[in-house]
């Protein structure tokens, strides 16, 4: 399949053709999140740019297979093997058991996700469910010599490798070797840079998952997850690899050094980060400033669809400043967007030269690096332009696969969700989830009688790929 995408490769710190292994086909793995708490909106600018990667792959006619993990297990407050663990926190937090949170935390992302239009990858597997994949690669790392016991732990000897750093150029290699020499370091380790694979000897006796394994009861490291999780779907060669940038090291790096130590070959020959989302005290996170979330913005009347305007009018490669005053002017052209969009009269005859002309422009831009400012802006010059209205709005229908905005439906929804009142609002909702989980214990009786009462009041509900949607049908 011929095709012009070109993004930026951190692999080879440049911007590059995208040459899949299997012609027509893409082989694509997302780090997911972990689990012990929302995801605020700078995960999700993450999850949002990684969908425009993905929705443009397909727009081009790949055929993709994306995997992701959830992480509900090994991840330590600190990426590189030291501090808390993040699911034990959320637990004692909420006096819950890890399981408990981790199911409430990975339900919460995949609502968010919905809300901003994120379709979900077609595989979703938790790290706790793959825990004899994992003590099968650690086996044969031992076996071939790329991993140690030591002090109860197993760890990865990355002196064993010719260049460990792959990811990072010179300087940055310096400095990542200099802090390492800084940080007070485990005892156990025969070189700095050495990782966990399993854990026996954890810091946390009151650690609530363990599992037995060939070194004693214990639990894996965060990097195996994604290396054996990606491996089980995606098998040994990977198309596009993705994250934010803060997981470029020390977690990609291990990734990269595991992964190619048990296969014996390259793995993955495209990285695509994302850089991040900052508020005022910096990079946007959990545990500092204030923890933003889809609800806290919806609760304080901004459209979910509106952030992921906000995200899709930078470039992703940009780190990107969060402040309300611009997401008010978003929020503000988003609504007249869709205003526009849903004024115009559908019905006629469509220009084909002239659809195929803004189609043109609009692959081009997302082929130039994922551009997807200068996609909205054929969006914008496209409405703007003198062709009919049911050209435009096939047009508009037709990008919307990619941007996920709602384009067509968003003002036509509000108009009726305008007639709904809050306490209204609050009984659907309330009344999807109980289909949602009628459906999950798979009763489809209760679910469908959910769906007929709701009808009955003029509601109709909608099983979308990112999830329920209800419209006013009175
Ligand atoms: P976590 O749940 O911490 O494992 O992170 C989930 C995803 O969000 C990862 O791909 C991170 O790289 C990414 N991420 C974390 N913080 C930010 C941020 N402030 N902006 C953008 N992406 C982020
Ligand atoms: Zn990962």
Known sequence: MENNLFFYNTLTRKVERFIPNEDGKVAMYTCGPTVYHYAHIGNLRSYIMEDLLEKTLRYLGYDVK????ITDV?????????????????????HKTVMEIARFYTDAFFDDCGKLNIKKPDVVEPATNCISEFIHVIESLL???????????????????????????????ELLVGVREDVEEDGNKRNQSDFVLWFTRSKFDDQELKWDSPWGTGYPGWHIECSCISMKYLGEYMDIHCGGVDNIFPHHTNEIAQSEAYIGHKWCNYWFHINHLNDKAGKMSKSSGEFLTVSLLKAKGYAPLAYRLFCLQSHYRKPLDFSYEVLDNVGAAYDKLVKKIGSLEKEGEIDREQFHLYKEKFQSALCDD?????????LYDMLKSGMSDATKYALAESFDQVLSLDLTTAHALKETERKVDDEMERYILDRIEERKKAKKERDFATADAIRAELLEKGIMLEDTREGVKWKSVK
């Open 66 to 69: 994306r995997v992701m993990n």
């Open 143 to 173: 076996e071939k010599g790329y991993a140690y016991e030591s002090g109860g732990n197993i760890y990865f000897d990355t002196s064993r490798l010719k260049d460990y750093y792959v990811l990072s150029n010179q300087s940055e290699k």
């Open 74 to 94: 090994g991840h330590l407050s600190s990426d590189a093997d030291t501090g808390e663990d993040k699911m034990l926190k959320g637990a004692r937090r909420e």
């Open 370 to 378: 994922l551009n997807s400012a200068m996609a909205l802006t054929v």
